[in-house]
Each structure stands twice: as structure tokens, then as C-alpha cells.
């Protein structure tokens, strides 16, 4: 009966399909994906691929993780949805759980890393209001130019990327940017009584695995401490262990105020965001004033605790600092062999880039065709830059049968 459900669709039908009914708001890349076990994807024609986007870091833990499936299916059996209208036997064991796991006081779970953002902004208004006293409505969020935070009407208020915000306005007040990686700019900035928080990516994801200089999150976590202002890091890309530790603010020891995680915390099984706190940030919001339907809900809690669990258990951390250190290796060999097509290479753990000088006509997004060919799948980034993430499960002999591949195609290319 199954069978007869999922008839076999061709790549080309499942494309136009996609392009007749579906909203134009994607360009993929050509390939129609079917199935996926670890760091391998296979297309509609059996074709076998290395992943090396992980869904922008949502399966970090690798495709179809059986830990994970086994805990959806049985969580589905069982009990999926309740609603925050009643108690589930779920939610209480997760939120100790990830309070632990990252050591704050609360969590307040959503589902879409979007709805994580917007939950640290309404609790950094809050806390501005009631614990700091300024003024009603004239909270200011500190944001970084180059961000990338979402796609709701706030989110693309606090972005500089026209795609993002052309013909999307009224835009949001209270919403002013600094330069990333300035810690002067950031400096004259906090000192406003008004500023209510400063919100920052460890690294920089979209913007192209942008690695801010070492020291730069400490002094920028102490000046907001010093200015009574909040320290919100959005680790929804970088942190679970992409960039060689568990959050991208542990490279430098800094502990923010609000820690927002998505993707991997469900290790791409789920739709599960999570805004962490301390009782002074967490506990301004009170009962009916922010909330979702599925936020919290069983399968959620139940998939996220087993995503961080696989995550500690298979030391992904770990091997993401050891890989990365050698994959950043060999793409300054590769670079130092092509330097006019590779302009940049850069990464912290397996979160790494090369910015592509266009040849020939040919640019980054011609190179991830060449990529696809040759069985690697990558996504450029604002045209110029690759960005290459696998899953953390990979081993070193996968990740060298990758730097073959990108190397003959750059070769070739
Ligand atoms: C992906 C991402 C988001 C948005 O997450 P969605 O689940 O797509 O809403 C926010 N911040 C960062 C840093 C991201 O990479």
C-alpha cells in the first residue's frame, strides 16, 4: 500500500511540480533528494552525495540519526501534542535537562530558530522596562550589520540585506546596527541608557562563516555587562558543536544572557527552537504574554533531549575541532594552488568557506554545479562564497575523500 503511495517521481517532475505550485522563495540547486543515512544524501536516480551544507547545520548529528528516528516514532505513538492549556509528562524532564545541559536557570521552547529570535527580543524588551527602567517604548536592540536572524517582519527590520527587506516594510523600531567585529563601535554604541541588548552570531553563518577576531565576543560580553546591557548570542548556526565546541561563545568563555538555539537541538528530525535564561531575564514574562501552540510539545522535548544526548555520546564537539583544523588545512593548500579562482579561505571547526573570484564567466554557484557532478553537495552564499558544513558525524577518511573531490573540481574547473 505504501508502494502505491509513493510512486516514483522523476527529478524533472518533482522540479516543475515545485515550480508550478510552490512560492518562488528558494533558487536549489538542481538535485531532488530522496533518502539520507549519515553524512549521505541519494537523489531520485539512486545518485549518492556527501551533504555539506547538513541543512544549514540542522543535521549536525547526520541524516536520519536511528537514536532520533526511534525517539520521534515512539514519542508519535504515544503522545504528540497537548498544548501549553495542560501539563505534559514531557516538557518538565526536557527543561531540566537543557537547563543543565547549558547551565541557566529556564528555557522557554518555540520550534523555528525565527521564533527563538523574536522570543529573546520581547524578553530583552521586557527585562529593559521592568528590571533596567527605561522608558516604555524606547527599547533599543543593538544588531549586527550582515546578520542573519530570520525572515519574520522584526527580523528583516534588524537586516541590511536588501533581498531581505525590499517592499517587506513598515519596518520595527528600536532597532539600531553596529559594524560586527568592532568592539569600539559596540563601545559608543551601549553606553545609550536605552539599549536594552546586544544581539550577535559567534560567527557569522549567511554572511559567509564570517570569524569574528579572538577576544572580540569577551570584550563585547564585558561591555554589555559593564552598560547593564544584555548579552544575546544566537547560536542557532554556530553553536552544538559546529564550530569545534559545544556553543561558538565557548571558544572565548563567555556565558550570554540569552543563549538562542534551533536546528541541530533536534538534529533535523523536528522543528525545535529553545531560548535560554536566568531567572532575572526569563521570569519578566508572565503567563499569557508569549507562547506557541507546539512549543514544548512531547515529541519536541523528547527528540531535542536525544539531540544533545547524541551530540555529547558521539563527542561531535570534538571531532568538529579535530576535522576542521584539517580541512581548513587543505583548503590553504588547495587556495595556495589556485589563488586567482580561491580569494579567501576561512572556518573555525566544520564550519568553513572560500570566497570564489568569478573566471571565465564562471562563479561559486558554477562550482557547486561542478561539486554536484562529482557527488558533493554545497550552497553558495551571497553569490561568492561556499560554505562547507557536513554533518560532525563524519569520519577523517569521508572528509578526505571530500578534499579529493572539491580538489579535482577546483582543478577542473
Ligand atoms: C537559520 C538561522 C535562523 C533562523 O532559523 P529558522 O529555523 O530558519 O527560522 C536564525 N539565526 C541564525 C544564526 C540562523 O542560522
Known sequence: MMETMNKKISAQEAIDLEDKYGAHNYHPIPVVLERG???????????????????????????????LVSVLIEQAKKLALTSRAFYNDSLGEYAKFITSYFGFD???????????????????????????????????IIVCRNNFHGRTIS????????????????????????????????????????????????????????????????????????????????EIQSGLGRTGKLLACDHEGVKPDILILGKALSGGMYPVSAVLANDEVMLCIKPGQHGSTYGGNPIACKVAIAGLTVLKEEKLAENSD?????????FK?????????????????????????????????????????????????????????????????????????????????
Request: glycine content about 8%; charged content about 25%; hydrophobic content about 40%.
Open 333 to 413: 593548500s588547495i587556495q595556495a594552488g589556485n589563488p586567482e579562482l580561491i580569494k579567501t579561505v576561512r572556518g573555525k571547526g566544520l564550519f568553513c568557506a572560500m570566497v570564489i573570484n568569478e573566471r571565465n564567466g564562471k562563479n561559486a554557484s558554477d562550482l557547486c554545479m561542478e561539486l554536484m557532478k562529482n557527488g558533493l553537495l554545497a550552497k553558495p552564499t551571497h553569490g561568492d562564497i561556499i560554505r562547507f558544513a557536513p554533518p560532525l558525524i563524519i569520519t577523517e577518511d569521508q572528509l578526505m575523500d571530500c578534499v579529493d573531490i572539491i580538489r579535482k573540481t577546483i582543478k577542473s574547473f
Open 322 to 330: 579535530r576535522l576542521g583544523k584539517i580541512l581548513l588545512k587543505e
Open 155 to 234: 527580523i528583516v527590520s534588524a537586516s541590511n540585506d536588501p533581498d531581505a527587506r525590499k517592499n517587506f516594510g513598515p519596518f520595527t523600531p528600536g532597532i539600531v546596527a553596529v559594524e560586527y567585529n568592532n568592539v569600539e563601535a559596540l563601545a559608543a554604541l551601549v553606553k545609550n541608557k536605552n539599549v536594552a541588548a546586544f544581539l550577535v552570531e559567534p560567527v557569522q553563518g549567511e554572511a559567509g562563516v564570517v570569524v569574528p577576531d579572538e577576544g572580540y565576543l569577551k570584550k563585547c560580553a564585558e561591555l554589555c555587562k559593564e552598560n547593564k546591557v544584555l548579552f544575546i548570542a544566537d
Open 106 to 140: 529556564r528555557v522557554l521552547p518555540m520550534n523555528t530558530g525565527a521564533e527563538g529570535v523574536e522570543t529573546a527580543i520581547k524578553l530583552a524588551r521586557k527585562w529593559a522596562y521592568e528590571k533596567k527602567g527605561v522608558a516604555e517604548n524606547e527599547a533599543i
Open 37 to 67: 543515512e549519515g553524512v549521505y544524501v541519494w537523489d531520485v536516480d539512486g545518485k549518492k552525495y556527501y551533504d555539506f551544507l547538513a541543512a544549514y547545520s540542522a543535521v549536525n548529528q547526520g541524516h536520519c540519526h536511528p537514536k
